[in-house]
């Protein structure tokens, strides 16, 4: 994918605008929409030029931004102290149409995104190419149209739905509703999936794993749960992916692509990449909050409340394995040294997820500065797919055999072992579920994809989309020793969606009204 650089930078130009100022001349220096789309190489590029705007600010992040680590500091998970994100400001409640970053630039590139495929789609058609070769490049097209869409209506709700390569007359469209464009991101993923192998062709792209994969999790966020378990389903059945062995391992440069990974953001020094590693060592803007660190249970699956070994002075002792493989707190070993109070002045915590560092590696002495880090950011992996279908099934109240089994395979990993979920001994009061109780097994699947995602920026769409937001974001936050920082705000009746940018509404007006109460 990364082959043809120079290709996709013209490709990008391109690409994202009409260019129908470029038509009335015909300079040999650059390319034109008459010029470019003429060979296989061309579509190549222009397929790279789809993939790439998964590194832009909006989307996954690349250069100085963070963007899905810093999504957690939108929930009771951490906190950022400068808002350069915007993040901090929606975590606050102080965000608008027009004061964060990420608000405006998600949209932005997402649509950035949406151009490029709808281009690449209409023009690869007549490029004389390999047919198998054009036919999977336009599978790839419309699974990353698909996945740009997603991250618009699950935002923002309403948007524009557009199928064609941009024209200004896109500028004056009316929002278009949300379901239908749901409909559209399926018609795009079972069409892709039908051509898409269960192999990628290559590193790093989309295959027929993927679009089931997206299909669940976008079944599951709008509430088609009979769907969502049966997307789900699909990539089970393929037995292609499988929990990887190593929960610290999975996101360590040396594992990327792993038998885990379902589709991910490739980055490569350097010439892509990002700022995980210093954010995560040095400036610590996504610090977990006392609150996470308290929601992981004890090694034997009691909560700490109610556990006769928790220690409040050593509380890191006896905990789900996963907690030590996550964070690093004051007296915890890092990079070689031993952690104060003061390392990580925020909370007293970071994360090591997503990062280099560990207590001690192979990496202590490697400084990663901004802009030098490379670790793929997942996208879609294989434990996400298997709560989700236990979630979906646990909403329709056909808690079954399989449910169990779904959870069970995340917490069994090989190097966290958590006891299983079971249903037959209710003297285990901390690990036993009756199949007949949806409330305790939703609770039980929700603090599970807390634990297991910690860090990754799923958590900011799992509170919004179970409607917890208000009760779980108007509250105040604690540092390591349960010191105060603030007191956060959620307004129920507006901040489940995101605002319309106000630039976006200047530009085109038939955009408004903006969301609910914005």
Known sequence: MKNSILFAIAACTIIAVGCEDLLDTNPENRYTEDTFWQSETHADAGLTACYQTLRKEGIYGGGSWA?????DAATPNATDYNSASGFFRIAEGIHDASNSGIINNRWAHAYEGIGRCNTYLAKVRDIPMDEGKKNQGIAEAKFLRALYYSLLINYYGDAPLILDPPVKEHNTLPRTPKDQIVAQIINDLNEAAEVLGVDATETGRATKGACYALKARQYLYHGYYAEAAAAAQQVMDLRKYSIFPDYRGLFMPENENNSEVIFDVQY???????????IRRQFDTSAPLRDLVDAYLMDDGADIATSSRYNAERYWENRDPRF??????PGSQYRGTTVTHSTFAQTGYTYKKYSIYDEDNAYNNVIKNGNQSDINYIVLRYADVLLMYAEAKTELGQIDESVYEAINAVRGRGNVRMPPIQHYDPSDVANYVAMNDQARMRELIRLERRIEFAGEGYYYMDIIRWRTAEVVMNAPIHTHN??????RRFNKDRDYLWPVPAYEIQENPALAPNNPNW
């Open 67 to 71: 963007t899905p680590l810093w999504e």
């Open 268 to 278: 490569l020094f350097p010439n892509y990449c990002h700022s995980f590693d210093l």
């Open 324 to 329: 030590r493989m996550t964070l690093v707190w």
């Open 482 to 487: 349960y010191t105060q920082k603030l007191i």
